[in-house]
């Protein structure tokens, strides 16, 4: 009779349960690039100057398409300063720094699939012997699925 006690608490000692595994498939989130960053023209010896993500055809503006209602985060450069560079010179550069987004990450994919995003930033102050001529760079936009 001992021996019957001793399986009854065997028994009773452990439990189990069945969970089930999920995911969802998405469409690929994907980005493209409508206009860039214009910071028009400035004399040497010019101050800073900011484009906000909402003054128009200044700021760059980009096409996310993806699953229609999911928010997407949107990663822009962070604490580092891009440089457009004069003609592909290493010594002529004029820093970008300051991005900013509209809108905001966390923003949801529209009911078409899109949503446009604009980014501003800031240009840094232009020297007095800065070289005339054109400046470019490049910078880059990442979105993913939050």
Do not use: C, W
């Not at 822009?76 to 592909?88: E, F, R």
Request: aromatic share 6%.
């Amino acid at each position: 009779m001992l021996l019957g006690f001793q399986e009854a608490a065997q028994g009773q000692s452990s439990s189990s349960a069945s969970a089930m595994a999920k995911m969802t498939v998405v469409a690929p989130v994907q980005i493209r690039v409508v206009n860039d960053l214009d910071f028009g023209l400035a004399g040497q010896d010019s101050g800073a100057v900011s484009v906000s993500p909402t003054s128009g055809s200044k700021a760059a503006k980009f096409v996310v398409e993806g699953e229609a209602g999911r928010a997407v985060s949107i990663v822009l450069p962070q604490n580092d300063t891009v440089y457009m560079k004069h003609q592909g010179s290493e010594d002529e550069v004029i820093g970008i720094n300051g991005f900013i987004s509209y809108p905001q990450s966390g923003s949801p994919i529209g009911s078409n699939g899109k949503v446009e995003i604009a980014v501003g930033a800031t240009r840094s102050a232009i020297k007095n012997n800065q070289a005339t001529g054109n400046y470019t760079g490049e910078f880059t936009v990442t979105v993913t699925y939050q």
